[in-house]
Structures are given as structure tokens and as C-alpha cells.
């Protein structure tokens, strides 16, 4: 029997209205995410790969709850948090924390950094005064840091420093779940390693679930478990890692790890003439399998048919008609 899920989306959508005309009335909507469902279970890490503007970080805000979703469930642990009030939501966020892809735009610059990291855990009850202290200094031994950094202030880390510290406070309550969105992307690759292994052990340490978005491949195959593909506001494939890159099914997913693991500047010319075009627009998507417009193998019925996200072999689930 399958460990129950912490994280359950189901139906996912979120879409953003588009104003226009003397009123400013509403003329169109961008599908940023246009009805999106997986599951998490404990211990587990999920990541989330597309191209910019594909809906990947709209999830993310989304389940975090920054953002109000426009149809669909989130459902944390069993409880639907979908339509919670702010007010009734404070006690689910402790469970469910977030690493931003620039922790420093996050965090108040008059703080310093032990402040800063124990804000959570005074605001939450979890600890106070000098408990706190003790707590902040042991966070940051935990993920690299020197304790006497706890005086200093934002500005004074280096971005890779400053990611860590990031990670102490998402970790200084204990959740359950982290959203960690494009972490290491702003990072050196030799410092992406580093925070990439720190993450992966901090999961074996206290049976942390990730959502992990990233556009980089290869950092999804160091650090996840099962891989969601997205394009244009939709999961495209969802598979274990080492099926998605063993055996990819959907023409979108081939093209993707092709574009990344091919070295040979000869086979990158050959995928480019396989994959034609632009991205379109989420604000007019186009009908049936939105990657119709560009995939090689596309009939008839693609234009007009919305294929469903299906299993075609066990735990490998893919939204294509041919497939």
C-alpha cells in the first residue's frame, strides 16, 4: 500500500485577467496554469521543468497560497486549504515553506541574519528568547554557516551564503513540505552542488518532501525523484527521473533532453529542425494539444483534441494522442 500523499493537486487553474477598452474591461485571460494535478508524498522530491513562462513558478505561488487559485483543490495532508481565509491558513503555513530563487529581495535588510532566521520560529511559538538563540545558532551549523554570522547582515553573504540562509529559515519550523523555486539557478555550478547535496541530505534528515521548479535538466536529475514536464500551462509527462530520461514519451520531453544532453553541436542542429517555431502565447493558446503547433509527429486530431495526462506504463503518465 502507497504512503499516503502530503501534497494533492487536483485540477489546478489559474488565469489571469486581461483588461482592456476606454473601462478597462476584462477582454481575455492568460492561462498561466490551466488544469494541472499531481500528489507528493513524504520524503519525496517532485520537480517541475518547462521553458520561461510555462505556469512552473504560478504553481509554486500558488500552493504556497500567495496567490488564489481560479479552479481546482490543494489539498495539504488530507485537509482542503483551497478556499482557506488567510486567517485560517496561518496555522497550515508552518508545514509548508518556500526557498526563493534570490532569498535576499525576501528578507528585510535592517535584520540580521539570526533575526531573520528566527522570526519563524518566534512567531510560531516554536521557541523564545534565548532558546531561540540557540536554536538560530544550530541552523546554521546545520546548513553551513557559521553561528557568529548570526550578527551580520544580508548584504554582508555572498549569494551561495545567502541561499543557505534562506534554507535555515525554511527549515527553523520544521515543515513538511518545501516549495523551492529555481534555488541554485542564480548560483556558480561549483556552489549549486554544494546546495543542491545540502538539500538532499537535509531530506534524508528529516524526511522532507520538495517541490522543485528549475528549466535546468541536470539539476533535476541530481535532485528529484519523479519529474513534471510542463508546456504551456500543462503537464505534458510525469515519470520517475530515470524513466523521463531513459525512455521520454512525449515529443516535448524528447526535444528538451535533447537540447540538454546532446554535446555534439551536429545532433543540436537536428533537433532545432525537429522543433519548429515559437512558444505561443498563454493568453491564446491553441486548440487541442497546445504543443501541436510545433511537434513533428501532430495529425489532424491534435488540433482539436486536448489529450488527457494518462499512464501508458506503470508510474509514467503522458498527455499525448500517439503515445
Known amino acids: 500500500m502507497s504512503d499516503p500523499a502530503l501534497l494533492e493537486v487536483r485540477d ?3 488565469h489571469f485577467p486581461i483588461h482592456g477598452g476606454l473601462l478597462q474591461r476584462q477582454v481575455g485571460a492568460v492561462k498561466a496554469v490551466d488544469g494541472v494535478s499531481f500528489s507528493i508524498r513524504r520524503g519525496e522530491t517532485l ?13 509554486g505561488k500558488t500552493v504556497l497560497k500567495l496567490i488564489e487559485p481560479t479552479a481546482g483543490r490543494i489539498l495539504l495532508s488530507g485537509e482542503d486549504v483551497t478556499e482557506l481565509p488567510p486567517a485560517a491558513m496561518w496555522a497550515h ?13 525576501s528578507m528585510n535588510p535592517r535584520l540580521s541574519a539570526g533575526t531573520i532566521v528566527g522570526e519563524p520560529l518566534e512567531n510560531y511559538g516554536v521557541t523564545r528568547g534565548r532558546r531561540t538563540a540557540d536554536k538560530v545558532a544550530s541552523l546554521f551549523t546545520r546548513v553551513g554557516l557559521r553561528p557568529d554570522a548570526m550578527r551580520k547582515y544580508a548584504h554582508e553573504f555572498s549569494g551561495g551564503q545567502r541561499q543557505r540562509l534562506g534554507i535555515a529559515k525554511a527549515l527553523s519550523v520544521n515543515p513538511d513540505l518545501i516549495v523551492a523555486d529555481e534555488p541554485v539557478s542564480a548560483l556558480d555550478v561549483s556552489v549549486q552542488a554544494q546546495v543542491l547535496n545540502l538539500l538532499i541530505d537535509l ?7 520538495y517541490l522543485f521548479i528549475s528549466h535546468d535538466l541536470a539539476v533535476m536529475r541530481h535532485i528529484s525523484h ?6 504551456l500551462g500543462r503537464i505534458v509527462e510525469l515519470a520517475d527521473k ?25 545532433r543540436r542542429r537536428q533537433r532545432k529542425r525537429i522543433v519548429q517555431g515559437d512558444v505561443p502565447s498563454p493568453a491564446k493558446p491553441p486548440p487541442g494539444c497546445h504543443f501541436h503547433t510545433r511537434c513533428p509527429y501532430a495529425v489532424a486530431e491534435c488540433k482539436v483534441t486536448a489529450p488527457p495526462l494518462r499512464e501508458v506504463a506503470p508510474g509514467h503518465h503522458v498527455a499525448c494522442l500517439l503515445r
Not at 520537480?47 to 504553481?59: A, D, F, N, R
Open 47 to 59: 520537480g517541475l521543468v518547462g521553458e520561461s513562462g510555462c505556469g512552473k513558478s504560478t504553481i
Open 12 to 14: 489546478l487553474a489559474k
Open 226 to 231: 519523479r519529474i513534471a514536464v510542463m508546456y
Open 93 to 105: 503555513r508552518r508545514h509548508i515553506q518556500t526557498i526563493f530563487q534570490d532569498p535576499y529581495s
Open 242 to 266: 530515470r524513466m523521463l530520461f531513459n525512455t521520454p514519451k512525449h515529443p516535448y520531453t524528447e526535444a528538451l533532453l535533447s537540447a540538454a544532453t546532446a554535446p555534439d553541436p551536429k
Open 203 to 209: 531530506q534524508e534528515e528529516y524526511g522532507l518532501a
